[in-house]
Each structure stands twice: as C-alpha cells, then as structure tokens.
C-alpha cells in the first residue's frame, strides 16, 4: 500500500515537470512528447508481460517507481546550449 501512495507521489512530481517543459514548447517540448507517449506504451507491455509471469503488484509498482525517479532525475536536470564562438 506504501508503495502505491509513494507511486503516487512521486508520479506528481514528474507531471509538474513535464507540464513546465510543454509550456516552453520548441522542439525540446516535441521530444517530451514523443517521448512520454512511447514510455507510456512500452510500460503498458512490459506490465502485462510481467503480470503474465506471475509478478505481484508490488513488483510493478515498484519498476514503475523506479521510472519515474529516472524522470524526475532526467527532467530536474538544467541544460545549457552550447553558443557557437565566432
């Protein structure tokens, strides 16, 4: 049960930070997009493979934590571009 309200949590976090990376919008915003619509779908078939092997519930939520601490990582991180020297 912990796991799942942590889930919960936590999945917040990432939606904060995608909604603020869409608003910017450009093609950074595009690759988001395209990005989390493939995770989703790649989620989705690894979590009925792993239903069909006989994982718990617990075991999913806890793959889906783990993802979702990747995405805070990735998407709290600052980027600078690079200028061209002339």
Not at 23 to 35: L, N, S
Not at 40 to 54: H, P, Y
């Amino acid at each position: 049960m912990l796991n799942w309200m942590l889930l919960a949590l936590e999945s917040n976090r990432v939606i904060k930070l995608r909604i603020a990376k869409l608003m910017r919008g450009g093609k950074a915003a595009q690759r988001e997009t395209h990005r989390m619509v493939s995770e989703k779908m790649l989620a989705a078939a690894k979590t009925g493979t792993s239903l069909m092997a006989g994982a718990s519930a617990d075991q999913i939520v806890e793959h889906y934590r783990r993802k979702v601490a990747a995405n805070v990582k990735r998407l709290s991180q600052t980027r600078t571009r690079k200028r061209k020297s002339r």
